[in-house]
């Protein structure tokens, strides 16, 4: 399993740790931000398709940051995968 961490930008999560194995997500784990909300989203995305869920993530905002935890999720996982 390859580990990734990601730095994002302009939301309140300071990092953004994240595995991937034969294309699936795992162990998906926000550093700062809206704890519960954070933790929900590793557990739906427990084993999901890393394209699909950078799909599903991208483009969703919070507020006028115009950008998301989620949103930057899915900019983490397309840079990782290249």
Known sequence: MEKFTYVPQGVCSKKIEFEIEDGKLHN???TGGCDGNLK???RLLEGADAV???????????????????DQLSKGIME???
Request: proline residues 0%; hydrophobic residues 45%.
């Open 52 to 70: 699909q869920a950078a799909a599903t993530l991208q483009g969703n905002l919070c507020g006028m940051k115009g950008t998301s935890c989620a």
């Open 28 to 30: 998906v784990k926000f």
């Open 80 to 82: 990782a995968l290249g």
């Open 40 to 42: 929900a989203i590793g």
